[in-house]
Nanobody, 113 residues
């Protein structure tokens, strides 16, 4: 199982970023997938997760209305569209497959003026 994230970077407050995660080594469409983030000195927390078809999505209260999780099973890709970013969104973002506890390498998102 391999998960590879991309799309992180530096953005100003109020800006947008889209993260992508390509999965390989497993049947992507068979699994719930999620985005998680980790702040310095803290544990990893759930940002959003999505069921196998994309019909059910769940968000952390702190990102509701600003972030959108989606997936393209034909491309084995998970996305996180992040709008109206805040300084407090600064973290390392991980793509994860909860079943089996698989994670990507993480991508840094920094929100700063």
């Amino acid at each position: 199982v391999q998960l590879v994230e991309s799309g992180g970077g530096l953005v100003q407050p109020g800006g947008s970023l889209t993260l992508s995660c390509v999965g390989s080594g497993f049947t992507f469409s068979f699994y719930f997938m999620g985005w998680y983030r980790q702040f310095p000195g803290k544990g990893r927390e759930l940002v959003a997760r999505i069921d196998m078809t994309g019909g059910s999505r769940e968000y952390a209260d702190s990102v509701k209305g600003r972030f959108t999780i989606s997936r393209d099973n034909d491309k084995n890709t998970l996305y996180l569209q992040m709008n109206n970013l805040k300084v407090e969104d600064t973290a390392i973002y991980y793509c994860g497959r909860p079943t089996g506890n698989y994670w990507g390498q993480g991508t840094q998102v920094t929100v700063s003026s």
